[in-house]
C-alpha cells in the first residue's frame, strides 16, 4: 500500500507522456489558435466577470510576460492577468486559457531545458494567488521550493499548500509585451 501511494507521488510529478502524434510542449506554445481575442462579456460571463471586455491571450504572450520576471522576483496568474488586460485594453483577461497557458509555458521550458536550452522561461517564479506555488508545474512543489530558495526567497508551508513567504515583496511590475 504504502509503495503504490509513493508510484503514484513519483508519477504526479512527472509530465505527462508525449503520445504519438501529439505536439511537444514548445509546439504548443507555439501555436497561436487565432489568439489574442477580444469578446465582449455577456450573459454567464458578465455575470462572473462582471461588464466589459475579456482578452483571450495568446499562448506566446503569456510566456513573453512570464520571461520579463527577473531573479529573485515572482508574479501572480493575476497579476498577468492585469497585464494582459492593459495591453489590449480590455477589462479583465481569461483566467482559464491564462492559467492554462502558463502551465504550458512551464512544460515547455522544462522541455528546453531537457534539450540543453540555456534560456527558458523561469516558469517557478509565476505563482497563484496569494504567493501559492503551483504543484501542476515541472518538478512539483520540491523542485519550485528549490530554484525559489536559491533565489534567496523562503518558502512556507501551510497543510499541504506552499507559499513563497511575504510574496508581495518580491512582487515585480510587468508591462505587456
Not at 132 to 157: H, Q, V
Request: proline share 7%; with cysteine.
Amino acid at each position: 500500500m504504502k509503495r503504490a501511494k509513493a508510484d503514484k507521488q513519483q508519477r504526479a510529478n512527472l509530465p505527462p507522456k508525449r503520445l504519438r502524434g501529439r505536439k511537444t510542449w514548445r509546439e504548443k506554445l507555439a501555436d497561436d489558435k487565432d489568439l489574442p481575442r477580444t469578446i465582449e462579456l455577456e450573459g454567464k460571463f458578465a455575470d462572473r466577470f462582471g461588464t466589459g471586455t475579456m482578452v483571450i491571450p495568446a499562448p506566446r504572450e503569456v510566456d513573453a510576460l512570464m520571461r520579463k520576471v527577473p531573479l529573485g522576483k515572482v508574479i501572480t496568474i493575476d497579476h498577468l492577468r492585469q497585464a494582459l488586460a492593459s495591453k489590449h485594453g480590455t477589462t479583465t483577461a481569461c483566467p482559464i486559457t491564462t492559467g492554462i497557458f502558463a502551465w504550458i509555458a512551464a512544460y515547455a521550458a522544462d522541455e528546453a531545458e531537457g534539450a540543453g536550452e540555456p534560456a527558458v522561461t523561469p516558469y517557478w517564479r509565476t505563482l497563484k494567488a496569494n504567493g501559492e506555488l503551483n504543484p501542476k508545474y515541472p518538478g512539483g512543489i520540491p523542485e519550485l521550493a528549490s530554484r525559489l530558495r536559491a533565489e534567496g526567497l523562503a518558502i512556507d508551508c501551510k497543510g499541504k499548500r506552499y507559499y513563497v513567504r511575504d510574496f508581495e515583496r518580491a512582487l515585480t511590475g510587468l508591462d505587456a509585451p
